[in-house]
Nanobody
Framework: QVQLVESGGGLVQPGGSLRLSCAAS????????MGWFRQAPGKQRELVAY???????????SVKGRFTISRDTATDNAKNTVYLQMNSLKPEDTAVYLC???????????????WGQGTQVTVSS
């Protein structure tokens, strides 16, 4: 199985910055996409940033120009990590942030679609 471990959440004042990390492990052969989602209390989960292996990186309109998704990908599992740099944070960015990674793993190169456990980001003065 492919496991994702997130880190980097916390409490920050409006205008501040945080960097989230999500490390994927589990005999990954290929990563096809990496992304970040968030879910605020009482709201549906929404896409924050999405980075396919080929194609254009997409951001939610609400975070464009403030958030940046990046990744290290390699056959070495330790380098299958996706980051979310969040700048100029606003109270409305408060949510649980979850990473998502899709690809193939194992000798049989089976498809996987894995989620992190979520990390809380709170923007408040």
């Amino acid at each position: 199985q492919v496991q994702l471990v997130e880190s980097g959440g916390g409490l920050v004042q409006p205008g501040g910055s945080l960097r989230l990390s999500c490390a994927a492990s589990g005999n990954i052969v290929r990563v096809n996409s990496m992304g970040w989602f968030r879910q605020a209390p009482g709201k549906q989960r929404e896409l924050v940033a999405y980075m396919p292996l080929f194609g254009t990186t997409n951001y939610a309109d609400s975070v464009k120009g403030r958030f940046t998704i990046s990744r290290d990908t390699a056959t070495d599992n330790a380098k299958n990590t996706v980051y979310l740099q969040m700048n100029s944070l606003k109270p409305e960015d408060t949510a649980v942030y979850l990473c998502n990674v899709r690809g193939q793993h194992g000798i049989l190169q089976r498809d996987f679609d894995s989620w992190g456990q979520g990390t809380q980001v709170t923007v408040s003065s």
